[in-house]
């Protein structure tokens, strides 16, 4: 079956505007967790969705939100970019039972100028 | 909440030497702790994981161990191979709740 596919690949926007990251997860996963990647940080938790409600939230400031659509898809927006924000943003898809396994997708690298 | 700790952030191995990479984590209520391998400009994929319930699990070369009492857990490389080089990173979830967290990861480099 398909993995879990994430658009853009890579994106370079300006300090300021906005960006919506698309998160498709692999069929039959209802949950959708989202992460934030940067050299030397880690892999750091943004927020967790499971059957269109968010369930988990990391320390992320307001700019950073996300939805989940009925179909398990979900996109993450953040506003008003900061230099800072330039990262990989993974999303990873999960059954949602509390099983555990995450299943990553290839990222979205976002460069903010 | 879950917070995980790791070392070492970077571990540099001759072909053929044992690795060994060590996480702490804080909530004595999390009960699944995954190890993924990142290779450079892939996704991160699961290696091996263990569950509260189990002290060891083995996997050909790679093996993890768990000590809840002390609250850590180690991943184990035996016979490295240049292909092991990656940045790897060990997680914690607590029961209940799909909040995967993370650990800084660690570079492992394997030299010829």
């Known amino acids: 079956k398909a993995g879990v596919t994430q658009t853009p690949r890579y994106l370079i926007k300006t300090r300021g505007q906005q960006v919506t990251l698309s998160c498709s997860p692999i069929?039959?996963?209802?949950?959708v967790s989202w992460y934030q990647q940067t050299p030397g940080q880690g892999l750091q938790f943004l927020f967790e969705y499971f059957s269109e409600t968010q369930r988990n939230k990391g320390n992320f400031p307001g700019r950073f939100s996300g939805r989940q659509f009925s179909n398990s898809r979900s996109e993450m927006n953040v506003s008003t970019l900061e230099l800072g924000d330039s990262a990989l943003y993974l999303c990873a898809s999960g059954s949602g039972s509390n099983t555990g396994e995450l299943f990553f997708g290839e990222g979205s690298r976002l460069t903010v100028l | 909440g879950e917070n995980v700790e790791q070392h070492p952030s970077t571990l540099s191995v001759q072909e053929g030497d044992s690795a060994v990479i060590k996480c702490t984590y804080s909530d004595s209520a999390s009960n699944y702790f995954p190890w993924y391998k990142q290779e450079l400009g892939k996704r991160p994929q699961l290696i091996i994981d263990?569950?509260?319930?189990?002290g060891e699990k083995k996997d050909q070369r790679i093996a993890v161990t768990l000590n809840k009492t002390a609250k850590h857990f180690s991943l184990h490389i035996t016979e490295t191979q240049p292909e092991d080089s990656a940045v790897y990173f060990c997680g914690g979830l607590k029961s209940g709740s799909e909040k995967l967290v993370f650990g800084k990861g660690t570079k492992l480099t394997v030299n010829p």
């Open positions: 263990i569950r509260s319930n189990v």
């Open positions: 069929s039959g996963h209802r949950s």
